[in-house]
């Protein structure tokens, strides 16, 4: 696995020779089939504006697989835009709407649309990194350890820059999200990292 885990410097460490302006696009859709959710099928953009060729990070909000949304993350969006890098915050379907896989496989959707689509707005698609927070960060560290998720969406981990989960499980045992002890065996990103030995992890 060429993904890299990476840390990143609070924001007020960067260089920057001057704050870029910010654009901000809302409630794209980043999936459009026929089970398409009018709601957590959708993304925002905060854009360095009128830069070109800048990493884009994708974050994905907390909330237990159960609750939470894109918005709130305004305040965070313009603060990684005017610091010249695009952020991407997407929605995903929640728990008892959907079980897993399903949260995980609209993140893959959210990050391959980003990936076809970013260079249009400026941004670098060989530079997309993602992160999470809680729920988000076991998403995004299972996107970056099981492979299955992203080739289901024509791409590969090598197309993920960099995966940065904070405060994320990497090991699942909640029956109601993640059902049966494979189906939390296979949930666990940690499960998918090479030189570990994976375990059936009791779902309660």
Known sequence: MKTAILLFLPLAFIPTAQ???VEVVKDIAYYEGKDADSVRHKLDLYL???QKHFPVLVFIHGGGWRKGSKGG??????TFAKHGIGKVVANYRLTPQVKHPEHVKDVARAFAWTHKNIGKYGGKPGQVFVSGHSAGGHLVALLATDSSYLKAEGLSLANI????PISAPLLVKNREVFGDEESCRRASPLNHVKGHTPSVTPCT
């Open 48 to 50: 360095p504006k009128d």
């Open 161 to 164: 820059k960099g995966a940065i």
């Open 19 to 21: 704050a870029a302006e």
């Open 73 to 78: 993350f305004e305040k965070l969006g313009r």
